[in-house]
């Protein structure tokens, strides 16, 4: 019985990590230029969402996914001191969209 659940959790892993792998092969990048000098970094896809940081003009972010005009942002890079920085975007008030490499 140890042996399956060892063998069912290394599987688990393996799967999980190729799908994170395939996630992130589609990356875009974008630099933010938003009509009042910055844009709100948002926990979700809306304006009722809770603001994580605003993003000045200028900003180069890097996003994975889009959904009903909002970009999923998986990296703001000049925010370091932040931490992971994640969130969502609206995809209106970005600029020279292109894939990173």
Not at 91 to 96: A, D, G, R, Y
Request: aromatic residues 6%; hydrophobic residues 40%.
């Amino acid at each position: 019985m140890k042996r399956f659940v060892l063998a069912c959790v290394t599987l688990m892993t393996l799967v999980t990590a190729s799908v994170a792998c395939e996630e992130h092969t589609n990356l875009r990048c974008a630099v933010v230029k938003a009509s009042d000098g910055f844009l709100n970094l948002r926990t979700g896809p809306n304006t009722q969402s809770r603001i994580v940081v605003p993003v000045k003009n200028g900003t180069s972010v890097v996003f994975d996914d889009v959904v009903n005009g909002w970009v999923h942002v998986y990296n703001v890079p000049s925010m370091d001191e932040y931490g992971n920085v994640q969130g969502w975007m609206s995809k209106s008030s970005l600029k020279n969209i292109t894939t990173c490499d």
